[in-house]
């Protein structure tokens, strides 16, 4: 069945996967956390049992061993369900941008587009006004400098 799908390119395939492994994930986490609650417990058992019986060790220095209550468990459990149901949640969200919210972002980009090529024409226009001012300034110059050469033959 899964090799007939190899060709599917909608992204069925790619989903069923990741859903799929989100699943083994949360529940390999379950097993691994009641695992390590019961196996932490078995442990400290045998340090203790393991412990010569003829030293005597004061009251107060002798590690207990650690029991594992029922609400502890079932709030380990209540948090790992959380965290299933919030991968499930992931998983179940769409791959791709939804319609509107792309078409959006398009309008959005053609909107920057025309604001940068009105910034580019008002640029040029006023690279062209700058040179125009820049050329009247320089003829004005030129116009003084004539003046004041008019007024110096005409003084003298």
Same mark, same amino acid.
């Given at each position: 069945?899964?090799?007939?799908?190899?060709?599917?390119?909608?992204?069925?395939?790619?989903?069923?996967?990741?859903?799929?492994?989100?699943?083994?994930?949360?529940?390999?986490?379950? %097993?691994? +956390? =009641?695992?390590?609650?019961?196996?932490?417990?078995?442990? #400290?058992? $045998?340090?203790?049992? !393991?412990?010569?019986? &003829?030293?005597a060790v004061p009251a107060a220095e002798?590690?207990?061993?650690?029991?594992?209550?029922?609400?502890?468990?079932?709030?380990?459990?209540?948090?790992?369900?959380?965290?299933?149901?919030?991968?499930?949640?992931?998983?179940?969200?769409?791959?791709?941008?939804?319609?509107?919210?792309?078409?959006?972002? %398009?309008? +959005? =980009?053609?909107?920057?587009?025309?604001?940068?090529?009105? #910034?580019? $024409?008002?640029?040029? !226009?006023?690279?062209? &006004?700058?040179?125009?001012?820049?050329?009247?300034?320089?003829?004005?110059?030129?116009?003084?400098?004539?003046?004041?050469?008019?007024?110096?033959?005409?003084?003298?």
């Amino acid at each position: 069945m899964a090799g007939s799908n190899v060709g599917n390119l909608d992204g069925s395939i790619v989903r069923w996967g990741f859903e799929n492994l989100v699943k083994v994930v949360t529940a390999l986490i379950k %097993l691994f +956390s =009641f695992f390590k609650l019961f196996i932490s417990s078995r442990a #400290l058992r $045998r340090l203790e049992n !393991a412990r010569p019986s &003829t030293v005597a060790v004061p009251a107060a220095e002798k590690p207990q061993p650690r029991t594992i209550s029922a609400d502890e468990m079932s709030a380990c459990l209540q948090r790992i369900e959380n965290l299933e149901s919030v991968c499930n949640h992931l998983a179940s969200k769409p791959p791709e941008m939804p319609e509107d919210k792309e078409q959006q972002l %398009l309008n +959005s =980009f053609e909107r920057i587009r025309s604001i940068e090529a009105d #910034l580019e $024409r008002t640029k040029r !226009a006023l690279h062209a &006004t700058v040179a125009k001012q820049n050329s009247l300034a320089e003829t004005l110059e030129a116009v003084q400098e004539s003046s004041r050469v008019k007024r110096r033959l005409f003084c003298s």
